[in-house]
């Protein structure tokens, strides 16, 4: 997993409350076994018309969005089926922050399982930078580290974030990695449960 | 500070698999890990590179269900025309041989919807976490059991460790008093408690179900109710396990037996909320009032009652909210203030997760039986397993749905998804009795609308949208 410390990007503004992972990635593009190329994916409906042609006002297919790395979002962003593909189809898009007043449960924690910070700002905030992203500038900068987002204007917000999640995020620690530190405490639970709890254990 | 309250029944379970706690986060045990086709293959491959191995391959089931067709699975996975699907399936195949794991392949009498499977197989029980790659695992909450979605990291993490690193959720109790009016069962239960709170209403919750309602459903409308959990925002929901759950349990394949089964239902008894217990957050619902249900929008919580309308973007006061009620009606084909009964359907699907055993299937065979569905309506069942198949069969009832013109298929997720062949084309109506009316769910630019069984196979036959309960009067008086 890639470390996120401090994101430099340009932000593009998406508002469309309830943005689901169907949206994000069409199930029809979740029949692969890697984890690369999703990118094409991403929000296939809202980028392409029926015969696979680029809808030029789609806000993504915009030639000053090109290359954005932040999403702004409205509420209850990544909501539907757990498809990990949602963040990875971000993130190979180049998009490794989304900005919303809320998200889905499955979909925050995705995010964190693969290094794509998503950031909660109250409504007004959000109602800014949308505003600021759909001006001519566009470059919004993320801190994790002081846990600030900063709007095209200067305007400095400042987000909460989880201590634990935040210390991973800024190392790109391996959650497997971490939870094997405890692998006696693992070993121990399993013996006393299949003293405890016989009928769990199947032959 | 306040006094010491007794415990939830989510505390509970939550307590009994606690490993460890490392930097604020809870390390959980997974006693039961169920892995289908599509949000496995990455994580097996990770596991690969860094040569990690299974740690307990006999708590891990799997099935092939996302993407299999539903007809022809004899053939085998070799003659899945979809090349993708054909490769994902042949992974798994792979994985599960290379890594030890019970696998019910395609064509499996076993095999079917995850969900579907693990309760039929009595695998899964009360009282145990259960996790997979898949957000309606909260269908299992039906048994008492802690049972959530995973991404799949997570499901590589829990392949390597049989844990999950999570933190606790908030507690909310929903209680569904009375008993509900004929014609209105679990599904509408389900939309009900949606509408009620949002699709984000139950974010950061898990959803307990308390109340006579619900107490008076059978396992199968228990699934149903747990299913749709994760449509109003709460990953888990839970019903404390009973006489209907230890009855539905006895003799299943991996049920415990003889001496181990006295000793697991003196311990699922114990699994109930305490009296005392403080719900964070509790919500009541009369079941009496409620009626059957459709879904009108593009979400979950866009229900209404099948004898109202769709609504007016005019009578919501916040300007997004405005344009959201106009969007979905423009994707639905739907006027402001339309009744609902005049919307005319193309497609019906019974089937999914949701709405595909054997209760199920009898419900709406109940409706179906004796009657055709209109010309204009292509109709399928499709169960969610191969035993509930068999069973359907024994009892005739894919006789009834064939001579009044559904088609009898395969088990799958199919239609739910549209990952597989069955799938609505752009514009197509379908009474579904799925979970997700999300635009494109059921194929691009299809329209769904979510219904219950008895009222998918009314719609069938009325070619349109239609209340169940004028069918019922009809069946007494014929
Ligand atoms: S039937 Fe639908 S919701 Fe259920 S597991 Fe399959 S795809 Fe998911």
């Given at each position: 997993m890639k470390a996120f410390t401090r994101l430099d990007a340009r932000g593009v503004p998406?508002?469309?409350?309830?943005?689901?992972t169907d949206q994000i990635i069409p199930k029809q593009f979740l029949k692969t076994v890697e984890r690369e190329g999703l990118s094409k994916g991403l929000f296939y409906d809202f980028r392409f018309d029926p015969e696979g042609k680029e809808k030029p006002d789609f806000i993504l297919n915009r030639p000053e969005y090109q290359g954005a790395g932040v999403l702004v979002a409205g509420d209850n962003f990544g909501c539907g089926s757990s498809r990990e593909h949602a963040p990875w189809a971000l993130l190979d898009f180049g998009i490794s922050c989304v900005i919303s007043t809320s998200f889905a449960d499955i979909f925050y924690n995705n995010c964190f399982q693969n290094g794509l910070l998503p950031v909660v700002l109250k409504p007004d905030e959000v109602a800014a930078l949308m505003d600021e992203a759909k001006g001519g500038n566009h470059m919004v900068s993320i801190d994790l580290e002081t846990q600030t987002v900063t709007s095209p204007s200067g305007k400095a917000f400042t987000f909460e974030i989880d201590a634990q999640r935040k210390t991973k995020m800024l190392k790109g620690l391996d959650a497997i990695g971490e939870t094997l530190t405890a692998v006696t405490n693992i070993d121990v639970y399993e013996a006393k449960r299949a003293l405890d709890q016989p009928w769990l254990e199947r032959a | 500070m306040p006094p010491m309250s007794g415990k939830t029944l989510y505390d509970k379970i939550w307590d009994a698999h606690l490993v460890a706690e490392q930097d604020g986060e809870a390390i959980l045990y997974i006693d039961l890990h169920l892995i289908h086709e599509v949000t496995t293959p990455q994580a097996f491959a990770g596991l690969r590179a860094d040569r990690r191995p299974v740690r307990r391959p006999d708590r891990t089931l799997a099935v092939a269900d996302h993407?299999?067709?539903?007809?022809?699975?004899?053939?085998?996975?070799?003659?899945?025309?979809d090349e993708e699907a054909r490769l994902q399936l042949q992974t798994l195949e792979r994985n599960v041989k290379d890594y030890g794991i019970e696998f019910f392949p395609m064509g499996d009498v076993r095999n079917g919807i995850v969900h579907v499977v693990g309760p039929e197989q009595g695998r899964t029980q009360p009282g145990m976490t259960i996790v997979c790659g898949d957000s309606h695992t909260s269908t299992h909450g039906a048994f008492g059991a802690l049972a959530h979605g995973i991404g799949t990291s997570e499901v590589e993490h829990v392949l390597a460790t049989q844990t999950l690193r999570a933190k606790k959720a908030k507690n909310m109790r929903v209680t569904l008093h009375g008993a509900p009016a004929p014609g209105v069962g679990a599904k509408d239960f389900a939309l009900a408690v949606i509408g009620e709170i949002?699709?984000?209403?139950?974010?950061?919750y898990v959803i307990e179900y308390a109340g006579e309602a619900v107490r008076a459903l059978s396992m199968e409308g228990r699934m149903t109710l747990c299913n749709l959990t994760i449509e109003g925002g709460a990953r888990a929901g839970l019903v404390a396990p009973d006489e209907t759950t230890f009855a539905y349990l006895l003799?299943?394949?991996s049920a415990p037996k003889a001496g181990a089964w006295d000793m697991a239902l003196s311990y699922w008894k114990t699994l109930v909320t305490d009296e005392d217990a403080v719900f964070d957050r509790e919500v009541v619902l009369n079941a009496a009032d409620i009626a059957p249900l459709v879904t009108w929008g593009t979400s979950p919580e866009d229900v209404v009652a099948v004898t109202g309308s769709a609504p007016n973007p005019d009578q919501f006061a916040a300007a997004d909210k405005k344009t959201a009620v106009q969007r979905a009606l423009d994707y639905m084909g739907l006027v402001p203030g339309q009744a609902m009964t005049d919307a005319k359907v193309d497609v019906v699907f019974i089937g999914s997760c949701t709405n595909s055993r054997i209760e199920d299937l009898r419900s709406a065979a109940a409706i179906v039986e004796g009657r055709k569905v209109a010309d204009h309506v292509r109709a399928l069942v499709v169960p969610g397993s191969g035993l509930v198949k068999a069973q359907a069969e024994e009892e005739g009832l894919d006789e009834i749905f064939i001579a009044a013109g559904f088609d009898w298929r395969e088990p799958g997720c199919s239609m739910c998804?549209?990952?597989?062949?069955?799938r609505l084309a752009p514009g197509e109506r379908c009474a579904s009795t799925s979970n997700r009316n999300f635009e494109g769910r059921q194929g691009r630019g299809g329209r769904t609308h979510l219904m219950s069984p008895a009222m998918a196979a009314a719609a069938a036959v009325a070619g349109h949208i239609v209340d169940v309960r004028d069918f019922l009067q009809g069946k007494s008086e014929a």
């Open positions: 998406l508002q469309i409350a309830n943005i689901d | 993407n299999i067709p539903t007809e022809g699975q004899a053939k085998g996975v070799g003659a899945v025309a949002g699709t984000a209403g139950g974010t950061g003799g299943r394949a998804l549209g990952m597989n062949p069955d």
